[in-house]
């Protein structure tokens, strides 16, 4: 498996990428934070939460979001000299004020809180308040799965979101990542946002200099936006441009079931945990603190059964799926995590691809920070 992907990746990519080895962006993007004042070891967190992103094939949340940081802390609505601290330490659940600091380390911290407390009580639940945007879910997510436990994240975010039957941007993108461990890796990891896509897959697209098509965002009129990318992140920046929910416009094809989702996500993470909700939320570089609301789960398999047992059944249904009758225009059928997985082990071995927009916006950031470390291409 590893083989086909390095076969689909092994060309020199398209003339307007390049490939950066893995280990010396994760440097290069901790550098950046270190020289903005950030603690090394948050700083590395941040930096490996961008580039796992990238390894994972999620550009949309890799290292092109490292802008949006830098800003934010420049700018001071990112305390990065906060200490989060314990509010509620109650059994088997917690609740974290984050002071406003980087979202990344504090999710790091959240998540080993809740695998301790789910050792202790099969189950568990962590609530974050007053953070800030922390990348990929399934990254802390996977930090549970990698002690053997089933690990649950959940955040809200910023309002870009049209709720079904509306046109006004009142939900957030609010996603949900689930991961399980496997006997064998790859582990199983489902990720994904409550709305058609992320703002940030239109980002990167912007910096490609590509189309989007009709179905992922509308104008305050209602109107389905599509073309331009650069012209649809620009009406979005202003305010004149919604996300559509999973499902797109109405309820034809399950917008509803999106927006609900989003809705319920947003009631544990923000409502619950004391934190803003909705149109409450600020973004990273705004006008008001972001106060984004996190929600951490761990299960114990071992305090339902035994693990060989659940590797078992577990493995028994992968293996019922896999052997379904395949569609004829599908090359596999996969199980969540397995196509991120793969990537992951193939861009280890001959680098990450990067847009030169995004490669050279890294540059520059490095530059303005005074960052020494060379950033070398492949």
Known sequence: MIHEFYEREKPVPPEDYVRVDHVLLKNYVTSIFEKLGVRRWEAEIVADVLVTADLFGI???????TRRYVDGIKTENIDI?????????RGAIAIIDACNGLGQPVSVKAMELAIEKARNYGVSLVLVRNSNHFGIAGYYSLKAVEKGYIGVTMTNSVNLVAYTHTIDRIIGTNPIAIGVPKREPPPILFDAATS????????IYSKQGKEIPPGWAIDSNGNVLYGNASYVLKMIKAKKAALLPLGG?????GGHKGSGLSFIIDIV???LSGAAWGVHVGYTVGEKPSNVGHAFMAIDISAFMSIEEFYNRLQQYIDEIKSARKHSKADRIWIPGEKAWYTMMTRKKIGIPLHKNVYNELINIGIDVGVELELKTL
């Not at 000299?81 to 330490?89: A, C, G, L, Q």
């Open 59 to 65: 550009s949309s949340h890799g290292v092109q979001r």
């Open 249 to 253: 416009l109405g309820e034809k094809h």
């Open 269 to 271: 993470s923000g409502v």
């Open 81 to 89: 000299y906060s200490e989060p601290k314990i509010i509620v330490d």
């Open 196 to 203: 058609v896509v992320p703002v940030g897959k239109i980002e």
